[in-house]
DNA sequence: AATAAAAAGTTTACACTGTTAACTAATTAA
DNA sequence: TTAATTAGTTAACAGTGTAAACTTTTTATT
C-alpha cells in the first residue's frame, strides 16, 4: 500500500528541515547550526521542528549519517569507476574522491570528524553503520590487492601483540565479503587515518598558508603511499 | 623597576581565568567554554572579565597560545632527553609524547587542532608562532638525521613541481638555525599530518572500540615510519 | 593627608540559543 | 459527522555573549 499523503509531506518537510540545515552550516560553518534559524527560514516557530527530531542532538546525528553515506556514495563511484583488477587506479581514485569531498562539503566533514556542535556526542551505534562503509571502500581495495599479490603490507603491521591481534581478528571476523587479512585491517586504519590527517590540515589550515591549496601535497603523499605499499 | 601590586594581581586574575577555564573544559568537554561559568566559580560577575579580556574569542586565542606552548615544552623535554645523535629515540621519545600530551589534555587538543567553539575562527598571527614550535622540534630531527645521513626521505619526496617547490624553499629559508632541505620540509608535514591524524582518531574515537587503547596501535604506525625512512 | 584619576567590578539590559508546557488548527479515521 | 490523531502555535524558562551605565576600590598627584 502507498503511503499516505501525510506520510508523504511529513517525509518531504524532514527532508527540508536537512536541507535548510545544511544550507545554513555551508554558509556560515558546522558551528552556526541553530533549530530557530532553521525554523525561521522555513517559516515556522521553532518548537514545531520538535515534531521532527526529539532534540537538536537527533538532527545532527541525521545529518551525520547523511553525510556518511554521501561520502560512502562517492568513494564506492569512484571505486567503481575503475577497472576491478587496477587496484592502484582504483585506491588513487578513491582518495581523490575522498578529498575532493571534504573540500566541497566542509561543514559535513566537520560535523563528521570534528566536534563542531557544543555538547553534542554522536551515538555510536546510529552512526558506526555509515561510518563503516567509507572504511571498507578502502579496505576492500588494500585487502585485494593483497589477496592478489599486488600490494605488500609493511612488516610492522605483522607484529601485533596478541590483545591487538585478537581485536584485529575480531574486526576482520566481521566481513563476510572477503577473507580479510588481520593486518590488512590495521593498514587500513593506518591509511585512512593518514588520509584522514592530510585532509584535515589541509581545511583547518594547520599547514603553512598556498602550501595544500593545489592539492598536490595530497597526490604526492598518495604517491609516497603506493610507492612504500608496492601498489 | 618592579611590577606594581596592581599589574601583579592583575597578571595573577589574568592567569585565574584561563586556570578555570581549562579546568572546567577539562571536565566538560572544550565546548563547554563559558565566560558566565568562569565568572560565576570565580566569585564575579561575568562583564568583569572583559577587563581582562576583550571577548570571548580572545580568551580562547590565549588558551589555545598556552596549549601550543605546552605542547611545545613537551616535545621539546622529550627531544632533549636523549642523546643528539640518537635520531631514532629522539624521534620515537617526541611522537610519544605527542600523544602522552594530547592524551593528558584532550580539551587543549580539541582547541588547537579541532573547532570545538562555535564561531571562532583562530587569528592566524597570533597562533602560528607557538604553532610552529611544535612543529619545529621534529623538523630539525628529521633534518638533522637527513643531513647525517640516518634517514632516508621517500623518493615522491623530492618530485614536487616548481610552484610547491618554490613555496617549500621559502619555508625552508625561514629557519635559520639550520640547512633545511625542502623535501625534508615536505616530509616534516607529512610525518605530523600522519601523528596528528593517528591520535585525532584516538581521541575522537573513529576507530573500533579499544583498538587504540593500549598504545599500540600508534606504537607499530611509528615503527613503520622509522622502517621507512630508514631511521 | 586630601583630592583627582584610573582601574576594577557591579547591575541592568538586549538579543540570541535549546527546550518544555499548554493550547489551537488541521487532517485523518471511525 | 464525530472522535482521535497529528501538526503547529504562543508563552515561558534557563542559559549564553556582550554592551552601557554606574559604583567601588586602588593608585597617583597636589
Redesign the interface.
Known amino acids: 500500500m502507498a503511503k499516505t499523503r501525510r506520510e508523504r509531506v511529513r517525509a518531504e518537510t524532514t527532508i527540508e528541515i536537512k536541507e535548510v540545515a545544511l544550507q545554513q552550516m555551508a554558509q556560515q560553518?558546522?558551528?552556526?547550526l541553530s533549530l530557530r534559524s532553521i525554523a525561521r527560514e522555513m517559516g515556522m516557530s521553532a518548537p514545531a521542528l520538535y515534531r521532527y527530531f526529539p532534540d537538536r542532538d537527533a538532527l545532527v546525528t541525521a545529518l551525520i549519517v547523511d553525510a556518511y553515506n554521501s561520502l560512502a556514495d562517492s568513494l564506492e563511484a569512484a571505486n567503481d569507476g575503475q577497472d576491478v583488477g587496477n587496484y592502484n587506479g582504483r585506491f588513487r581514485a578513491v582518495a581523490q574522491a575522498y578529498r575532493n569531498w571534504a573540500l566541497a562539503h566542509p561543514a559535513e566533514y566537520?560535523l563528521i570528524?570534528?566536534?563542531?556542535?557544543?555538547?553534542?556526542i554522536a551515538p555510536?551505534d546510529e552512526t558506526v553503520m555509515p561510518?563503516a562503509r567509507t572504511n571498507l571502500v578502502i579496505g576492500f581495495i588494500l585487502n585485494e590487492a593483497a589477496q592478489a599479490g599486488k600490494l605488500t603490507i609493511?612488516?610492522?603491521?605483522f607484529?601485533?601483540?596478541p590483545?591487538?591481534q585478537a581485536?584485529?581478528d575480531e574486526?576482520a571476523a566481521m566481513i563476510p565479503e572477503e577473507d580479510v587479512l588481520s593486518a590488512g585491517v590495521?593498514l587500513t586504519?593506518?591509511i585512512f587515518?593518514?588520509?584522514?590527517?592530510?585532509v584535515?590540515?589541509e581545511l583547518?589550515?594547520?599547514?603553512?598558508?598556498?602550501?595544500a591549496d593545489?592539492g598536490?601535497?595530497f597526490e604526492?603523499?598518495i604517491?609516497?603511499i603506493c610507492?612504500?605499499l608496492k601498489l
Chains 1, 2 share one sequence.
Open positions: 560553518g558546522a558551528a552556526s566537520a570528524y570534528g566536534t563542531p556542535i557544543p555538547g553534542y555510536r561510518a609493511p612488516d610492522a603491521y607484529h601485533a601483540s590483545d591487538l581485536v584485529l574486526l590495521l586504519i593506518y587515518s593518514r588520509l584522514h590527517g592530510l584535515w590540515g583547518d589550515e594547520h599547514f603553512a598558508p598556498k602550501i593545489s598536490e601535497l604526492i603523499e604517491s609516497e610507492d612504500r
